[in-house]
Nanobody
Framework: QVQLVESGGGSVQAGGSLRLSCVAS????????MGWFRQAPGNKREGVAS?????ETAYADSLRGRFTISKEKDILYLQMNSLKPEDTAMYYC???????????????????WGQGAQVTVSS
């Protein structure tokens, strides 16, 4: 099993920045791919960014340039800049044990999930 714990969420005004962290524990050798997803009330969970064990990244087209994913040892980060009210959502960290996913930004490709961190952006 892999346990994921997010932190760093909070409230910020539009144009501000936040950095989310996700600490992985347990069988962390089973985290070939890790990603950030978000879900706003009434919306489907959507992929934000992913990174694999080789450092290859993928981003949702609409977020590229504002959000940056990175990983250091067993900690996954999401740097979010120029935040907008529409970025308000619960943000989840996820991990996939092995193998290249068909779509690294698809939530059904991931096995382990954190409890989420709320991000609220006010105008």
């Amino acid at each position: 099993q892999v346990q994921l714990v997010e932190s760093g969420g909070g409230s910020v005004q539009a144009g501000g920045s936040l950095r989310l962290s996700c600490v992985a524990s347990g069988y962390t050798d089973r985290t070939d791919y890790m990603g950030w997803f978000r879900q706003a009330p009434g919306n489907k969970r959507e992929g934000v960014a992913s990174i694999n064990h080789l450092g290859e990244t993928a981003y949702a087209d609409s977020l590229r340039g504002r959000f940056t994913i990175s990983k250091e040892k067993d900690i996954l980060y999401l740097q979010m800049n120029s935040l907008k009210p529409e970025d308000t959502a619960m943000y989840y960290c996820a991990a996939r044990p092995w193998g290249r996913p068909q779509n690294p930004l698809s939530s059904d490709q991931y096995n382990y999930w954190g409890q989420g961190a709320q991000v609220t952006v006010s105008s």
